[in-house]
């Protein structure tokens, strides 16, 4: 199977974890559009859907699902996204598609957090995908020191073929931090999180995920945490 049948396989099987009549969290990236996809032959039996980003907004709307602002909500049934790597305790890195805070935004008022992955992205240790950190413009090197600090190679992300900085929904940049080995992802996430200027790092640690539908060679496996 290509890694895109395998993203499909998942993205059909999240369905199973929509909740009836409530509102559904959704997330960014490639998998999570073959989630929408899927969503949207659903779409009669759910009252509509949260976004953690702009794009993720656009394709919802496209299909004809309703998307509310999340001032409008009060709580979310149930939240589905992809990840950049997740382990087996359901610690991930997220961020790859830039919505890592809106992303970390909309889980922490769902009830669950469902993670769609093609089986690629389960590792041991976190860090060998550099991990994403959204911050402040004017905090930019600031932060990257500090970063480096900790022992990582930060870089600031660009727009493709640019030397421009790559500016989020947010009007944040992202800074993207290589050579990372998370031993202790909840006590690195706690401790970036400290970092004055940072507005999200991309590590969801200290609220991770709840489910992993992992697509593999031998079917869908679902990991609970
Ligand atoms: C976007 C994300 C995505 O979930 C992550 O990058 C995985 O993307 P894909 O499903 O395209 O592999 O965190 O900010």
Excluded: W
């Amino acid at each position: 199977m290509t890694q895109d049948e395998l993203k499909q396989a998942v993205a059909r099987a999240a369905i199973d974890y929509v909740v009836d009549g409530e509102i559904i969290g959704v997330g960014t990236g490639s998998t999570a559009n073959f989630f929408i996809d899927e969503l949207a032959k659903i779409k009669d039996r759910i009252k509509g859907t949260v976004a953690s980003s702009e794009a993720t907004a656009a394709r919802l709307r496209g299909h004809g699902i309703p998307v509310f602002d999340l001032n409008e909500v009060e709580s979310i049934a149930v939240y589905i996204d992809g990840a950049d790597e997740i382990t087996g305790q359901g610690a991930m890195i997220k961020g790859g598609g830039a919505a890592l805070t809106r992303e970390k935004i909309v889980a922490s008022v769902s009830k669950r957090f469902v993670c769609i992955a093609d089986g690629s992205k389960l590792v041991n240790t976190l860090g060998k995908f550099p991990l994403p950190v959204e911050v402040i413009p004017m905090a930019r090197a600031a932060v990257m020191r500090r970063l480096a600090a900790l022992g990582g190679q930060p870089r600031l992300r660009t727009k493709a073929g640019s030397d421009d900085a790559f500016i989020t929904d947010n009007g944040g940049e992202i800074i993207d931090v290589a050579g990372l080995q998370i031993a202790d992802p909840k006590a690195l996430e706690t401790e970036i999180n400290g970092i004055v200027g940072v507005i999200a790092v991309g590590l969801f640690a200290l609220s991770g995920a709840n489910v992993c539908l992992l697509g593999t060679a031998d079917g869908v496996k679902t990991l609970s945490f």
